[in-house]
């Protein structure tokens, strides 16, 4: 079990990138082969945005194709998110987790798009 | 894509009761890839269930899982106060990874 804890900017503007990242703490992110965003606007579902492993390689939701990069540090122990081109629509709060059935998850980041 | 459709939207019943939740698959779920979680207000989703029936570690035994294919029940044989909360179910076995749209377990 780790704990995992995203940070980034809570605003975002129209048609700019969100860029978010996970810190993997409590243990190596090799612990792990993969490392997942997944979404939740206010009062709605969850979504899965994407998934990256520990030594790159990348799933990721065809909703999200298009607009959606991730990276991996492995000197940091940490993984991140970038997201293109947004809009109020991507209003959300995003979480980070682990593993094939996402054992574990961070605390989430309320990111709000608007000018 | 594989489509989750949980069932019923909103459960509601009283502390001590049997809950039972149940999500349906658009297509079979290879490998039993079938996981539970439950969400309280303003916290992060937390692992219930996953392989279908298998309990995540700390979980307690009154929550169990069952099916295979295209239907799968949660079950919570008593509940507790801190049981009521949103549920959703998840499958894992194809990319994208999907989500059903969650049941709300409520107090009567």
């Known amino acids: 079990q780790v704990q995992l804890q995203e940070s980034g900017p809570g605003l975002v503007r129209p048609s700019e990138t969100l860029s978010l990242t996970c810190a993997v703490s409590?243990?190596?992110?090799?612990?792990?082969?993969?490392w997942s965003w997944v979404r939740q606007p206010p009062g709605k579902g969850l979504e899965w945005i994407g998934e990256i492993s520990y030594s790159g390689g990348t799933n990721f939701n065809p909703s999200f194709k298009s607009r959606v990069s991730m990276s991996v540090d492995r000197s940091k122990n940490q993984f991140s998110l970038k997201l293109t081109s947004v809009t109020a629509a991507d209003t959300a709060v995003f979480y980070c987790?682990?593993?094939?059935?996402?054992?574990?998850w961070g605390q989430g980041t309320l990111v709000t798009v608007s000018s | 894509e594989i489509v989750l459709t949980q069932s019923p939207g909103t459960l509601s019943l009283s502390p001590g009761e049997r809950a039972t939740l149940s999500c349906r698959a658009s297509?079979?779920?290879?490998?039993?890839?079938l996981a539970w979680f439950h969400q309280q207000a303003g916290q992060a989703p937390r692992l219930l269930i996953y392989?279908?029936?298998s309990r995540a570690t700390g979980i307690p035994d009154r929550f169990s899982g069952s099916g295979s294919g295209t239907d799968f029940t949660l079950t919570i044989s008593r509940l507790e106060p801190e049981d009521f909360a949103v549920y959703y179910c998840?499958?894992?076995?194809?990319?994208?990874?999907?989500f059903g749209q969650g049941t709300r377990l409520e107090i009567k």
């Open positions: 409590g243990g190596s992110i090799r612990s792990s082969d993969w």
């Open positions: 392989g279908a029936s």
């Open positions: 987790a682990s593993g094939e059935y996402f054992a574990d």
């Open positions: 998840q499958q894992y076995s194809s990319s994208p990874v999907t």
């Open positions: 297509q079979s779920v290879r490998g039993s890839s």
